[in-house]
């Protein structure tokens, strides 16, 4: 699952200030969500995990 948005919208989304380019911990995120100042761009990358489950 991949998340983007600008960095006001990550703002309003988290209630957070990200005033500097780099990773960033989100409350409840698995992964650390990478903001671009320069790009205004936050990008949140979640893998998917898929588990094959025999049937009886």
Known sequence: ???RGTRAEWEEWTGLKFP??????IP????P???D???DE???IEPNVWMAH???
């Open 1 to 3: 699952m991949t998340i």
């Open 20 to 25: 500097q380019s780099g990773p960033y911990h």
């Open 28 to 31: 409840g995120a698995l992964n």
């Open 33 to 35: 969500m990478n903001m």
């Open 37 to 39: 100042v320069e790009k």
């Open 42 to 44: 936050g990008i949140y």
């Open 54 to 56: 025999p049937l009886r």
